[in-house]
């Protein structure tokens, strides 16, 4: 009955446990196989667990809250700066413990089941994006070694695999590259079977609609945003919400003197990539940078290179998204526009 806070270091197999009292002193040590988990943690009175926020680990927050216990997942890079000399599952437990008490420290949200399996289907058309790559890729290098090369683009792919079949290209090679091909377009068609599905189900979330009002922000964007930050109320602004996407200068500071480097690129990337993405494509197109601001661009334009302009727009759309989904509201455009 003396426990009341529980560092989990979880793993495939082996966890290990660092329990302790109302003031930090260690009550118990032990490690558990997989199959103890629940039923340890079942016997144990509700108390705070401090899990670190890595694979698997949204899992067990649901497990055990739903034993009655308050679990808190923490970015292991916060967690690190509490291990004890050398790296092991004891001390990973025994850091866990001390800084999931530790009142500055910062918590992820644990995600539903249903939130982690909407992501999943983003991951599976990233996963099949980057394969559709590797292989138009590969075709595009083996053809170029016959002659034969065609602009670049994904969607000048299809036009390229055509010319498989010129004399120039040996039977041996056309043979190879045709599996190429054949695989090529069994990728593209389950790629837009899982955008129809993301675009679908788009339709029916109500945060999803209101961020693609955003200039720059389609369907797959608002569909992970809204599924991957499921509680904006955990960022105290827009500013903090672009900073944790990693949308923010490196700060190098000393001295009174103040030092901004590239971009941190921490967070989730997978965001921050459909975000430049999308950023690149308001300044490309009249129409969406009227309505973003197209005197801003201009004069971001004027002063800083453009991939450059490209990440402060980016990081603009983040702050917007923070906005709408803090205050459920829509997209205004510029007065101009208006």
Known sequence: MQI???????????????????????????????????????????????IEACATAHHWARELMALGHDVRLMPPGYVKPYVKRNKTDAADAEAIAEAVT??????VPVKSAENQAMLMLHRTRELLVRQRTMLATALRAHLAEFGIIAAQGIHRVEKLAAHVHEPSVPPLAREALMQIVDELASIWRRIDAVEERLVAL??????????????????IT?????????????????RQFAAWLGLTPKGHSSGG??????ITKRGDRYIRHLLYVGAGNVIRFARARAATGEAWIRSLQERRPPKVVIIALANKMA????ALMAHGESFRPSVAVA
């Open 202 to 219: 788009h339709r029916t979330n109500p945060v999803s609609r209101r961020l693609v009002s955003i200039p720059g922000v389609g369907p």
């Open 222 to 238: 608002a569909m992970a945003i809204a599924n991957t930050v499921t509680d904006p109320s955990a960022f105290r602004s827009g």
């Open 102 to 107: 530790r009142p500055t420290m910062r918590f």
């Open 257 to 262: 003197k103040d030092r901004l480097g590239r």
């Open 4 to 50: 009341k806070v529980v560092g989990l270091d979880i793993a495939k197999q082996v966890f290990q446990v660092h329990a302790a009292d109302i003031e930090g002193r260690p009550v118990a040590k032990l490690r558990l196989r997989r199959a103890q988990v629940l039923e340890y943690f079942r016997s144990l009175p509700p108390c705070l667990v401090g």
């Open 319 to 322: 702050r917007v998204a923070w």
